[in-house]
Structure formats: C-alpha cells, structure tokens
Nanobody, 126 residues
Framework: QVQLVESGGGLVQAGGSLRLSCAAS????????MGWFRQTPGKEREFVAA????????YYADSVKGRFTISRDNAKNTVYLQMNSLNPEDTAVYYC???????????????????WGQGTQVTVSS
C-alpha cells in the first residue's frame, strides 16, 4: 500500500511558477512510475506528466510541454512537478499517482495508476 500526499499548490499570477511535491510512504517508491494529473469541475481528470521508476524517462501532455518538468528523488520518496509560465488554463486540482507495478514505464493513462493522492489546488489568476 502506498500513501501519497501532495503539497505546494496555491494562488499565483499568470506567468508565475509553482513547484508541487508529492511525498510517498513505503519502501518501494523507487520501483514505481509516477504521474501527475489535473482536474477541473465538470471535466475528466487529465494527464499532465509522468516519470518512470528510475527517472530516466519522462512524458508530458502537449499542453504543458516546455513549461512543466517532472522529477523525482527516490532517496526522499518524493516526486516533483515544476510549473513555469503558468496561465489561467492551468487552474485545477493537481493529483499525483503511483503505478503499483514494479519498474513500469511512464504512462499517460490514469487507469494504470493504482494509488492517488488527495490533490492540491492550483489557481492561476490573469
């Protein structure tokens, strides 16, 4: 069982930056691919970024490519999402997720993630 806790959300002006963190419990974090997703009211949860178990492979949604960076520190059981050049369309609740399969690749499909955090709100004002 993996528990995930996101932090770092908040209110920022357009053009600004935020860094989200997701702390994971358990001793097997380093074996899991991790992902970030986001959701706004009335819409389905959408993929943002993913990173494989080693950190050597990353994958981004087209809407955030070049602005967001996903990374991980396996020694700290933490995955990060650095978000730059934010715009109001990035406003959402952001969730981190863990793929419970060992040594899997970075996936954009939320059905492949077994564990989810509670989410952190990001609001970008214009």
């Amino acid at each position: 069982q993996v528990q995930l806790v996101e932090s770092g959300g908040g209110l920022v002006q357009a053009g600004g930056s935020l860094r989200l963190s997701c702390a994971a419990s358990g001793r097997t974090f380093s074996r899991y691919a991790m992902g970030w997703f986001r959701q706004t009211p009335g819409k389905e949860r959408e993929f943002v970024a993913a990173i494989n178990w080693s950190g050597g492979n990353t994958y981004y949604a087209d809407s955030v490519k070049g602005r967001f960076t996903i990374s991980r520190d396996n020694a700290k059981n933490t995955v990060y999402l650095q978000m730059n050049s934010l715009n109001p369309e990035d406003t959402a609740v952001y969730y981190c997720a863990a793929d419970g399969r060992y040594y899997s690749g970075a996936s954009q499909y939320n059905s492949e993630y077994n564990y989810w955090g509670q989410g952190t709100q990001v609001t970008v004002s214009s």
